[in-house]
């Protein structure tokens, strides 16, 4: 994985998540969201802006019987639809089959508590033993193409995927052909063609799902137990002005952490905790991004901050690249102000359409390409596409970019480094629960605790709260606060 022993015991502990001593196969001694409850511990007839209230959750199984201990995924929130207002709350696990929210309440009106379960600790354990092995639960294709006979053209589609881990290969035998970066080490194997040679390999995209789930585990992970609210006290909640106030925020800057709540939205818009967030309008983004290279590197949530951009700074405009238009690699530059964008995806395990695999590369090795400087700000996501594989081997990942941006800094310290955490989504299947995105967002923000001169945005809070469905693509109004908080960090007031 390239960390050391100390480091991976940390990991460990961070990530440690509590559950059923032994495996559970029965759906009655599930957790159910029809029998679990939450309550408001002390209502009180009113409070102030700035108070907190405590929410107590207690779990039951499908016999209606108390859980005796914890794993249960849940979400809480404040909300008071008509201000399109809501704020975070961390669950926090007893470990008996209890769980405690400490929900802040931002705003002078009326709130409301709402929780759901979504995920059992039953099905948490599924999660966390496909998650930890070496079933191919995504397959992508490699496209190869190359000349036939007589001036003809010779295309084949193989599956491909990663080699990872004691298992290897997930084919067998002198099947594949492997490519290997040479930096990051990370080895990428594709069936082998049946006329083409392994040089021929041209294009990548996205294969078939692969279920690995036994009837048993199904039964568990019904989808008419996930995702589900579950009943508690739904009393309305009076808050009443504080001429105190909450405080002020101070500039946004690296070395900042996040806190519980990290922010609130108001009136749809996002009023953070950690620093000083501002609003920017057109004008302001483009002064904002004046004499300034952008680099957006990761998936499609940060092809969202690029296409945001595009839509809403004066006089930018896409160069053509004759790539795909959703697939990249992007770029849009703004004369007047000489500012430039750039956007590529990261390299694979991707599930992206078709695009040529020449085009996808390693965060880490696009960073050590990157001069750096007081005008270069350096944004990442990498955890959307990773879900589907071990986190041994994002542990792996983070570790060879973290290599890269502590080097970025040294040579050039004045460069400004970002790191977007994984957002909510909209599935929560075997495949790409919020769940296995918690986990990676904690490697993350674990491993980088330490690096000196970068700043970690935390989106979850900010995509989980909000009145809108869950999507991994978030909504424009979402995106919005996304990056008028982005900026905030680039041009901090």
């Not at 105190?244 to 996002?270: H, K, N, Q």
Request: aromatic share 10%; hydrophobic share 35%.
């Amino acid at each position: 994985m390239g960390i050391s022993v100390e480091e991976w015991g940390r990991l460990q502990k961070a990530l440690d998540w509590p559950g059923p001593d032994q495996e559970i196969t029965q759906l009655n001694l599930s957790t159910s969201p029809v029998h679990s409850t939450f309550s408001i511990v002390g209502l009180k007839k009113s409070y102030k802006v700035g108070e907190n209230i405590s929410i107590l959750i207690t779990a039951r199984d499908h016999n209606n019987n108390l859980k005796t201990y914890g794993g249960d995924f849940y979400k809480a929130k404040l909300f008071n639809s008509k201000l399109k207002a809501s704020v975070y709350g961390e669950v926090v696990d007893h470990r008996n089959g209890t769980y405690a929210v400490t929900l802040l309440l931002p705003w002078e009106g009326q709130s409301q508590v709402f929780v759901r379960l979504e995920h059992s600790s039953e099905v948490v354990q599924i999660l966390k033993k496909y998650r930890d092995s070496s079933f191919p639960r995504s397959h992508y294709n490699g496209h190869f193409e190359g000349p036939g006979i007589n001036n003809t053209k010779i295309s084949e589609v193989v599956q491909c995927n990663l080699k990872w881990g004691a298992e290897g290969s997930w084919r067998k035998g002198d099947c594949c052909c492997e490519y290997k970066d040479i930096k990051t080490k990370t080895v990428w194997q594709c069936e082998r063609p049946k006329k083409l040679s392994c040089d021929y390999l041209v294009h990548h995209s996205m294969g078939n799902l692969e279920n690995p789930l036994n009837s048993a585990e199904k039964q568990i992970f019904t989808m008419k137990l996930t995702n589900v609210a579950i009943t508690g006290d739904t009393q309305v909640i009076t808050v009443l002005p504080n001429t105190a106030g909450i405080g002020t925020m101070e500039r946004c800057r690296s070395g900042l952490t996040t806190p519980v709540p990290a922010g609130f939205y108001f009136s749809d818009v996002w009023e953070s905790f950690v620093c000083n967030a501002q609003q920017f309008n057109s004008t302001q983004m483009g002064k904002c991004l004046e004499n300034k290279i952008i680099y957006l590197l990761g998936d499609s949530t940060t092809r969202q901050w690029f296409e945001y951009l595009e839509k809403n700074v004066p006089g930018i405009k896409r160069m053509d690249l004759h790539t795909p238009r959703t697939g990249g690699p992007l770029m849009a530059v703004e004369l007047k102000n000489n500012s430039i964008i750039h956007w590529r995806p990261h390299g694979v395990p991707l599930r992206f359409t078709k695009m040529l695999i020449t085009d996808l590369h390693y965060i880490g090795n696009d960073i050590d390409e990157i001069a750096g400087g007081p005008h270069a700000v350096v944004i990442f996501t990498i955890a959307a596409h990773l879900v589907f594989h071990p986190i041994t081997f994002y542990v792996h990942e983070v570790a060879k970019i973290r290599q890269s941006v502590a080097a970025l800094l040294r040579r050039a310290p004045e460069t400004t480094i970002i790191i977007k955490s994984g957002n909510t989504g909209g599935q929560k299947n075997i495949f790409q629960s919020d769940w296995y995105t918690l986990q990676l967002n904690t490697v993350m923000r674990e491993m980088f605790r330490d690096i000196d001169g970068v700043i970690y945005f935390d989106v979850w809070q900010m995509t989980s709260c909000h009145y809108i469905t869950e999507n991994v693509h978030p909504e424009p109004v979402i995106i919005g606060n996304e990056v008028n908080m982005l900026l905030s960090y680039v041009c901090p007031a």
